[in-house]
């Protein structure tokens, strides 16, 4: 027995060493991240694939840039988007058009063969319809889903462009094309044009506590949204922000809103789908919220608008006694036009230079040259641009804007 004891205790210190060196070794292996979740040097935390995803650089801003825009409407709306279309062309320029579910099929049927029968259409190709119309409910979040629609449709099917821009059937340019492209051509691209506000004020009570249903989202006839009687509180996860629903933004931020790598543009979308008049927070909210863009915004939405003091839901309609502070304005865009067309007309007239039923003059709608066929003018003069006083204009709000000596401390506040 003596002689046994010593054994047994030799062999029971050598089991005991085993399990502490593969303990050693499985605590070392699983807490130590691996070579594909690597450290971040700064932070010593693991760097997780989300970070290697790369949105689309932007170009540099000698180039001309290039425009995507929606332009949307609805039942009655189908001239007032063929004339807005018409005074926004360039060969340039990227379009998507829209036409709700409230519109009737022959309203429908006639835009799509205003667009397939127009031959500068038809030679350049950049004008396309959105093949099935959504149902949009004013004030409801199938607003904001159109729109990230149309963008996909743009980034999926057009190529190449920087900003992209959306508006309604009642907006109309107060510059043209050359106009805004020249201007932009020295503006860094990364940028986006986003009337925005933490102060939320009474939004807080009206919009953001009560929780609305929009029928759009589940049914096939036009209804105003209606509401649930429960209340909710304002969100501890993200900051609410809120703005103006008409914007100018940059490709890179159009991608991130639509593949949302860190998952904050969908949860955001589902906390605005029973938000009322969600398409005045949803893209104020991402972008605010989002490290990579927060700082790239400019507080402005690019419109002259005239609105009651107090602000009351909907702005006034434009007449002719608002033109002249319309231009002093130095918006590139207005709204909300109705039935004056005395004001349209005077906007073509003397801002634009645009025929009736025409496309506004520049080198690659010059027809004078008839030997010339409208595809060999447009290839040969689409990159000429002939800026106006419009271009003076957009460069004095743009430039007073970004040479602002507080701009790169007020972005999102």
């Not at 979740?37 to 010593?44: I, Q, V």
């Not at 279309?85 to 320029?93: E, G, I, S």
């Not at 107090?310 to 309609?317: E, L, N, Y």
């Not at 002719?320 to 005395?342: L, N, Q, T, W």
Request: with cysteine; glycine share 4%; proline share 7%.
């Amino acid at each position: 027995m003596e002689t046994i004891k010593p054994l047994l205790r030799k062999k029971t210190w050598f089991i005991l060493s085993i399990l502490i060196l593969f303990s050693l070794f499985f605590f070392f292996f699983f807490t130590n991240p691996s070579p594909e979740t690597p450290l971040n040097p700064k932070t010593h935390q693991p760097i997780f694939v989300e970070s290697k995803l790369h949105i689309s650089p932007p170009k540099p801003d000698s180039t001309t840039p290039k425009l995507a825009y929606l332009i949307s409407g609805s039942s009655g709306d189908l001239q007032s988007i063929k004339r807005a279309l018409k005074a926004l062309y360039h060969p340039a320029n990227h379009y998507v058009l829209h036409l709700d579910l409230e519109s009737p099929p022959e309203e429908r049927l006639q835009l799509v063969e205003f667009v397939n029968h127009e031959p500068v259409f038809q030679q350049v190709g950049n004008v396309r319809l959105m093949g099935r119309s959504n149902l949009v409910t004013y004030r409801g979040p199938t607003m904001v889903t159109n729109t990230l629609h149309a963008a996909a449709i743009l980034l999926k099917e057009c190529g190449d462009w920087d900003w992209f821009i959306n508006l309604s059937a009642s907006d109309y340019p107060l510059v043209t094309q050359d106009d805004l492209l020249h201007t932009f051509s020295t503006v860094p691209r990364d940028l986006n044009f986003i009337e925005h506000t933490s102060d939320i004020g009474w939004k807080e009570h009206q919009r953001a506590r009560p929780v609305i249903i929009d029928p759009g989202l589940y049914s096939l006839k036009k209804s105003d949204v209606f509401w649930v009687s429960q209340k909710r509180r304002v969100p501890s996860a993200y900051k609410l922000f809120t703005g103006s629903a008409w914007m100018m933004l940059s490709r890179p931020f159009i991608e991130y809103c639509l593949w949302g790598w860190d998952n904050l543009p969908r949860i955001v979308l589902m906390y605005y789908a029973n938000f009322l008049s969600s398409p005045e927070g949803y893209f104020h909210t991402v972008i605010c919220n989002a490290e990579e863009f927060k700082n790239t915004t400019v507080n402005h939405d690019l419109h002259f608008i005239s609105w009651d003091n107090p602000p009351k839901q909907h702005p006034h309609f434009l007449t002719i006694d608002d033109y002249e502070r319309m231009v002093e304005s130095r918006a590139p865009f207005a709204r909300k036009f109705g039935a004056d067309k005395e004001l349209l007309d005077k906007i073509d007239l003397e801002l634009l230079g645009r025929e009736p039923d025409g496309f506004v003059t520049s080198d690659w709608s010059d027809r004078s040259n008839a030997n010339k066929t409208i595809g060999e003018r447009i290839v040969r003069n689409a990159t000429e641009l002939k800026p106006g006083p419009g271009a003076e204009r957009i460069k004095a709000l743009i430039g007073g804007m970004l040479s602002d000596k507080d701009f790169h401390i007020k972005h999102c506040i």
